[in-house]
């Protein structure tokens, strides 16, 4: 293994470690009824959110309101949450169901999701207000140049993968988990992902063969 990857593994190890821990703080001060360390863990997490679900449904607003519906479900469910486990995964893990539900219910109905604009209670007695959700600037359709002509041909090849590999590329490749961290937010052994991964780059690159 080259010493400089190594080295930078381990830093990036390092980082996810400490981040961790202060994703576990936040949870346990909100859980004791300090509402604002919710708010710390919506302002951190909330760009990569809203990636995860525009990648999958390929709509800004539909996109906005599962990040939104994402933050409020964690929110509603933070009880449940295992404190040895990491955060992101849980939180990305309840995000890929939402943005799965969505695209399978598309036909025949609407979709419907919960928007928490006004302060809400839970069964905890806790009260949550969620400003409301501002997509990031980054990567939105109406603001891209035409150099993002190229990531529009890349989203379009994208919705064209089944549901599973697509969240395999959106998280490994845009998101930056690795194959085993996936392998816990879509419950599947590493190896599975690793295939799934290796499978969707190669329709990947028939799809765009002299496009990019």
Known sequence: MNKDNGEAGAQHRKKLMLEGREDTRAVREC??????????????????????????????????DLAQETFVKAFEKLDT???????????????????????????????SVRIAND???????RNMHLAEFVAPEREIPENVSLSNDISRYVQE????????????MVLHHMEGLNYA???????????????????????LCGSLKGVV
């Not at 949450?81 to 609407?110: A, H, Q, V």
């Not at 961290?181 to 329709?203: M, Q, S």
């Open 31 to 64: 859980l004791q009824g300090k509402i604002e360390a919710f708010e710390f863990l919506v302002k951190k997490y909330q760009d990569p959110v809203y990636y995860i679900a525009y990648r999958m449904v390929s709509n800004q607003e539909e996109a906005k």
């Open 81 to 111: 949450f295992n404190m040895k486990m990491p955060f992101r995964s849980w939180l990305y893990k309840i995000c890929s169901n939402l943005t799965i539900d969505n695209l399978r219910g598309r036909k025949g109905r609407e979709i």
């Open 119 to 125: 302060a809400r209670e839970t069964e905890g007695g």
């Open 157 to 168: 090849a994208l919705d064209g993968l089944p549901e599973n590999y697509r969240l395999v």
């Open 181 to 203: 961290e996936i392998g816990k937010v879509l419950g599947v052994p590493r190896n599975t992902v690793k295939t799934w991964a290796h499978r969707a780059r190669g329709e």
